[in-house]
């Protein structure tokens, strides 16, 4: 079974553009929870969707968002980029939310602002 | 907020047993994780505790204590493969679908 995969795995952007990043769940998971880490703040939730329906929102500005499509597949689009965005984006997907047992993380897209 | 705190790091010699504890409000508690995470990796699950006691899994062990808002990553006979960071993850709230993670304790393992 393939893991969660995410796309791109690099990516460098200037201040006030904005990037969307992709993640593809495990096949069988519905759940996708979006996570930001960073070396001073360490791994922060952003949000869960399930059923195509944001349930969760960790606290970030609403610069953040995202989106999940029927396929379970998900998006998070992060709008006039700041130095402070830089960062590890970690999706993770399980069979339903709250299953963190079951919970796998992707690989992560690393997000560099200059 | 719901701080979880954890050593920010620890070395260990291979071969020996190491603890790593982490601390974590009680109010509204329902379930805390464990992540090992390698340098440049994503993180993965190690274990998972809701109830008091220890659960063993192998050279990994974890326990809770919900009273007194406590738990420690237990690992035997420490290799240098070992050498990571260990995340403490706490899960608030019944109908909560967030996990609020300790900043995460760099372990490193020497000969």
């Known amino acids: 079974k393939a893991g969660v995969t995410q796309t791109p795995r690099y990516l460098i952007k200037t201040r006030g553009q904005q990037v969307t990043l992709s993640c593809s769940p495990i096949s069988g998971h519905r759940s996708v929870s979006w996570y930001q880490q960073t070396p001073g703040q360490g791994l922060q939730f952003l949000f869960e969707y399930f059923s195509e329906t944001q349930r969760n929102k960790g606290n970030f500005p609403g610069r953040f968002s995202g989106r999940q499509f029927s396929n379970s597949r998900s998006e998070m689009n992060v709008s006039t980029l700041e130095l402070g965005d830089s960062a590890l984006y970690l999706c993770?997907?399980?069979?339903?939310?709250?299953?963190?047992?079951?919970?796998?993380f992707g690989p992560g897209t690393r997000l560099t602002v200059l | 907020g719901q701080n979880i705190d954890q050593p920010t790091e620890m070395t260990a010699t291979e071969g020996a047993i190491v603890q790593i504890n982490c601390t974590y409000q009680?109010?509204?508690?329902?379930?805390l994780f464990w992540y090992q995470q390698h340098a440049g990796e994503a993180p993965t699950f190690l274990s998972y505790n809701v109830l008091d006691g220890l659960e063993e899994k192998g050279r990994f062990s974890s326990f809770l204590s919900r009273s007194k808002g406590y738990s420690y990553l237990l690992l035997k006979e420490l290799q240098m493969k070992d050498s990571a960071s260990y995340l403490c993850?706490?899960?608030?709230?019944?109908?909560?679908?967030?996990?609020?993670f300790g900043k995460g304790t760099k372990l490193s393992v020497i000969p």
């Open positions: 009680t109010s509204g508690f329902n379930g």
């Open positions: 993850a706490v899960k608030y709230g019944a109908g909560s679908y967030q996990l609020t």
């Open positions: 993770a997907s399980s069979p339903l939310p709250g299953n963190y047992n079951e919970q796998f």
